[in-house]
């Protein structure tokens, strides 16, 4: 369905060697290497001595691509973090960590290098899943998938198989490269992608949405800026005292999503509007629109999470309570009648 190969001045990238259909299960793994939310970059190396010799090849495999900044800092914290685990197995050497003497299993140098190149790696690889168990993780394939800020596929954790799945949220044309969005959020302006993208990857995106001399680029980045004015005008409004009106929530729920799917954002995020559009109409008694939204929720989280995730059952049962809701309504008027 796909091929690793070089993705030009991005390394390596995944393309589809045929057409991938939307909702398509392109990759599904379990990490290589995982942070929980209680441990934190001091613990990845340690972490890292833990694996099995292939899957340690596995993860030296993978590129790290950082800039002279970041690897001075990378230096900085493995020093750091190397001579705080020096000092929990001998913490009577702490304040002459200068002193270690030369017969210790791992020189100091040695494994401070060894623990730049993980960071470096974890770091240029780890998805942030922020589940309840697994905070970040790095994986062998879908670690591989190059970043676009208007994706065409979508990466979920799926707890009951304890696996990542990434789905495409659109048809994936043979040849094209299979892309994910490294952000957290959507619907962010460029500066701010780009704010996002450089500290936490260190790289600066080039897609189409990032080209503001493109048409599509500017129209999208006027959109999002539009959008962004949107959502702080009613955010002071309410913060300022102003009731929340669900009229006005709607509006602006509805305006975000017709800019997001305009551009062709497709996933959760998405689907997680539509349900919230859909209980603003039923609680408007606006039922049939509330069905509609409903069922467009349903119709992402399927492509982007797959029906064995238990969000995607959730979502099916709104579509399924709001369905019944206007039967009955229906049922009750003919009563009437
Ligand atoms: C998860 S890896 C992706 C696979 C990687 N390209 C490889 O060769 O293995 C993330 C790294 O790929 C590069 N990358 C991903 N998306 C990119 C993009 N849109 N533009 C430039 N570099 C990108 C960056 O160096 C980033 O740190």
Redesign the pocket.
Known sequence: MYEIRP?G?????VFAKSLIPIGTRIFSERPLISLHPNQSASDIYTLSRLLSPSQRSQLLS??S?ITTSLRFMRWNQAIYYTLKSFSKNFPFLLPRYCHFEPQRPASPRNSISEHVRILSIFR??AFNLSTEKIYQAVFPGI??????CVPNAQGNWNQGMERFNVHATRDIEGGEEVTLSYLGEVGAIRERRGQDLGSG???E???QACDLDSEVGRRGEENRAGIKHLLQKYAEGVSSGGQKCGEQELKVLMAFLRMLEGEGVAGREVASMYLEAARLNESMGRMEKALKCARRAEEVDRACLGIDHETYLATNEVDSVISSAIEQFEYQSLIVL
């Open positions: 993705a001045p991005k390394g390596l990238g993978l590129s691509h240029s690889n670690s591989r998938i190059n970043h676009d990857y260190g790289f995106c080039g897609c």
